[in-house]
């Protein structure tokens, strides 16, 4: 059962509730006005794939990091979208909104301790962190790293080779600097580096729907959400792993896929950037979450715990934030994080 003492961060704006006994009939959810029941699937993967190894010793204690739980508004608790799942001993990171390396080591999060980065898409609160990511790590390693695996929707190779291409990258001449410039050398020496400074190394890979990655005791599995089609390719993700299923909606509005990609999940983490009867009356509606939306898909997913995160500053004033709590629970009987920015959450 999960407890408040198990997350941490600097405001402890969050509930949690019990752990869940049954998650009840199939619910409906409204898309584009109108009320769907969406279809039961069964509660083995629906991706086709087990866990890698159930008999293995658990590693570590799975823990999501959430670095940002935010919007492209910047308030006070929020700003932008990264996550950090430690899962079988290692670190994956989803997104990298905006100051998100900066938020990261002050949570302990090296940059040079991620080896693997996942963007759900392209939006500027979900990307807008990557070339501060890039070239902190790069100015940070001492060679004896991990490369960095980046995957992502089409155009993330375009927006790589901008950042960091040899052949015209428009930060290439602070890595030259830094791999031959005495003072980058002795740098690099004093941090533990041995040699000549090894340019930064990244393998970019773009994703459509299906199988992602995978690596040691993970899998990670994509699905389309709707959100900023035509013009921005969307996904939300499913790990599956040796220590449990953790499930991310990405920016989405109602959908089945994404009730696909939490079916069962250990840990669910879905978007709600309005309270439903004020994302009812804006544009949004088309493109986003509300509270009741989404604790309506983790009850249909039988989600056992959720989280939600990309609140817009509509639900900051406390009276909007019970309230909206408060309908997210009329619906959903899980675990119920409500996400700020620098949160832990261990189960």
């Not at 790990?239 to 499930?247: N, R």
């Not at 493109?287 to 609140?311: D, F, Y």
Request: hydrophobic content about 35%.
């Amino acid at each position: 059962m999960l407890s408040p003492e198990n997350c941490q961060g600097p405001e402890p704006s969050f509930q949690s509730v019990g752990t869940v006994d049954h998650f009840g009939s199939a619910m409906g959810i409204s898309i584009n006005g109108v009320n769907r029941a969406l279809p039961h699937y069964p509660k083995l993967s629906i991706f086709g794939y087990r866990n890698l190894c159930f008999n293995r010793k658990k590693i570590t204690m799975p823990k999501l990091r959430i670095v940002g739980a935010g919007t492209p508004n910047p308030t006070p608790s929020r700003w932008g979208t990264c996550f950090i799942l430690e899962i079988c001993g290692q670190r994956l990171m989803i997104d990298c909104g905006p100051a998100s390396t900066y938020k990261m080591y002050k949570m302990g999060i090296p940059s040079t301790s991620v080896s693997n980065l996942f963007f759900t898409h392209l939006h500027s609160d979900h990307v807008a962190d990557y070339l501060c990511f890039l070239m902190t790590r790069f100015d940070q390693s001492i060679g004896t790293e991990r490369d960095l695996n980046v995957y992502g929707p089409s155009p993330i190779k375009k927006i790589t080779e901008t950042i960091w291409s040899a052949n015209g990258g428009v930060f290439w001449f602070d890595v030259e600097a830094r791999i031959n410039h005495p003072m980058s050398i002795h740098a690099f020496h004093t941090r533990g580096g041995k040699g000549d400074r090894p340019p930064p190394q990244v393998k970019v890979t773009e994703y459509i729907e299906g199988k992602v990655a995978e690596g040691e005791g993970w899998v990670c599995y994509a699905r389309e959400v709707k959100h900023a089609q035509p013009y921005i390719a969307c996904y939300g993700f499913r790990f599956e792993t040796d220590e449990g299923i953790v499930a991310f909606s990405g920016d989405t509005a109602p959908t089945e896929s994404v009730v696909e990609l939490a079916r069962s999940a250990d840990l669910f983490v879905m978007e709600a950037v309005h309270r439903e009867e004020k994302i009812q009356t804006f544009p949004s509606v088309i493109s986003e979450s509300g509270t009741l939306s989404a604790g309506r898909m983790a009850a249909e997913a039988g989600a056992k715990r959720l989280v939600i995160n990309h609140q817009s500053p509509t639900l900051d004033p406390p009276e909007e934030t019970t309230q909206g709590i408060s309908e997210v629970k009329s619906v959903y009987n899980g675990a119920l994080y409500w996400a700020h920015d620098m949160m832990d959450i261990s189960w």
